[in-house]
């Protein structure tokens, strides 16, 4: 049994630039960290000649073509097992659609087990791209490529995507102690909404293409959020950061009517009367978890409590996708 995990992540700025209809024309920066919350996939040799793939729904079929799944259908082609049949069950520690990578996490786990079955030796950078491939290119899928990336390399990295999809990845030159406060004082809360994230992105990618000016000036603004909080993050100036972080969502909902909703909004506002310096909605929008820095944690917790919304706690992950 070949048994493999990727992390999840958070954005820590620059969301949203990259997308190809954006870096483009502009280049593309943000800064990604992994999280110790993963995608697992569990991969195992059959012997009843049939593929049976084991998620939020059961497949069992004897043919690839018939797989509903789409990311095992094709990563299953591109590694070259269609006609070996196997057994392919996922777990995870957080559900999908909640703004942590978990799309792009799952493909890059399932490529790493599938390589790993075949005995194959895989790069980083080859396995992220791989995944890049089969998401963005043969799924058309409306999504950028950091999750992939950080889901293959781990840490807390800073990428910037040339015009060409070059994707440059540079590790975030963070103090230690800067590190550990950042670490210590982000606080994630689950809203309790779920989403798609290509139904949000697909509105500001289609806008991009159209080179809608206001789409574009507001990725503009946010790339430049995203190397003002480089340099914030690298300064140990992590109050800098955190209003940031609120500038960076205050542009994150004008991108569009579906970034956020009024309870979201109303949850926002507490959270900064009662403990939280800055924060945002964490992927696409919609739902998903919502992220503060606080320098009062333990206002923050006993409020968001209050409300009904649950704490997952997190540490930053070193390791990028991996067989254990």
Known sequence: ???????LRITLGGGGTDLASYYEKKEGFLISAAIDKYVYILINKTFNQSFLVKYSKL???KHVSELQHPIVRE??????????????????????????????????????ALHGYKGDIIGTRHLAEEACTIEIERLREP??????????????????????????IEPLNISQE?????????????????????????????????NDGDMLKNLDFVKQLGLDSKNALEKGDLNKFADIMNIHW???????????????????EYALKNGALGGKLIGAGGGGFLMFYADNKVK??????????EEVRFRFEKEGAKLL
């Not at 049994?1 to 992390?7: C, E, L, T």
């Not at 982000?186 to 949000?200: E, M, Q, V």
């Not at 205050?250 to 926002?268: F, L, Q, T």
């Not at 923050?300 to 919304?309: K, P």
């Open 1 to 7: 049994m070949i048994i493999a995990r990727s992390p």
């Open 59 to 61: 497949e069992c079929v």
């Open 75 to 112: 990563a299953l082609h591109m590694t070259g097992l269609a006609q070996t049949p196997l057994e392919i069950c996922s777990m995870a520690d957080i559900p999908a659609g909640t703004g942590l990578g978990s799309s792009s996490t799952f493909t890059t786990a399932l490529l790493c």
């Open 143 to 168: 999504i950028g490529k950091q999750d992939q990336y950080i889901s293959a390399y781990g840490g807390i990295v800073c990428m910037n995507i040339q015009k060409d999809g070059f994707v440059q």
């Open 178 to 210: 800067a590190l550990y406060n950042l670490e210590d004082n982000l606080i994630l809360f689950f809203t309790g909404y779920s989403h798609s994230a290509g139904n949000i992105l697909n509105e500001q990618d289609e806008k991009s293409k159209r």
């Open 250 to 268: 205050g542009y994150k909902k004008k991108r569009s009517g579906g970034m956020s909703n009024p309870k979201i909004d109303e949850w926002y």
């Open 300 to 309: 923050l917790r006993a409020a968001m409590n209050r409300l009904g919304l």
